[in-house]
Each structure stands twice: as C-alpha cells, then as structure tokens.
Nanobody, 124 residues
C-alpha cells in the first residue's frame, strides 16, 4: 500500500525558510516523478513543483521559481521542497504526490497517490 507522509510545515514570518519532506512507502517511489502541490482556503489545488525519478528534470510554478527548490533522495524514498523567501501568499496546505500516468505533470490528474498535507502559514 502506497503511503506518503509530509512533514516540516509550520508558522513562519515573511522572508523565512522552511524545508518540507515527504517520505514514501509502498514500493512506488523509485521510478516515479514526484510532485508538490498546495491548496489555500477557498482555492483549487495548484501545482508547485515536480521532479523526475532520476532528478534530472525539475519544473516550478512561476510563483515559486527562484525561491523554492525540489530535490529527492531515492535511497531514503524521500522528496524535499526547500522554500526560501516565503511570502504570505505561500500560505497553504502543501501536498506531495506520486505521478502515475503521462498526463501533464503540472496537473492533479497525473497523480494517483497523495499525502495528507502539511500546513504552511506565512505571516506578514
């Protein structure tokens, strides 16, 4: 059974940094791209970043480009999201997900397995 567990969220001030982690189990991690999405209250879940299984390819939403960095450690079955220069508009629940089909990897539809999410709150 695939399980994803996010951690590392919290309440920080604008300009601070956080590192989110997502630990995967269930044997699906190594050959799949992994994505991070976020959802703010009253808004749809939106793409943040994705990393290919080999880490050779990454993609970022324009809103986080230059501030966030995605990485993965396949030996630990863990994907990370390093978030710098956080802004109040980054406040959301952050989810990691496993890409399981060849739909556009910036879209929710490309991912079948999701974690429970971790809250990130950035105060001004």
């Amino acid at each position: 059974q695939v399980q994803l567990v996010e951690s590392g969220g919290g309440l920080v001030q604008a300009g601070a940094s956080l590192r989110l982690s997502c630990a995967a189990s269930g044997g699906i991690f190594g050959m799949n791209a992994m994505g991070w999405f976020r959802q703010a209250p009253g808004k749809e879940r939106e793409f943040v970043s994705v990393i290919s299984w080999s880490a050779s390819n990454t993609l970022y939403a324009d809103s986080v480009k230059g501030r966030f960095t995605i990485s993965r450690d396949n030996a630990k079955n863990t994907v990370y999201l390093h978030m710098n220069s956080l802004k109040p508009e980054d406040t959301a629940v952050y989810y990691c997900a496993v890409r399981t089909n060849y739909a556009d990897w910036t879209q929710v539809a490309a991912y079948a397995y999701w974690g429970q999410g971790t809250q990130v709150t950035v105060s001004s």
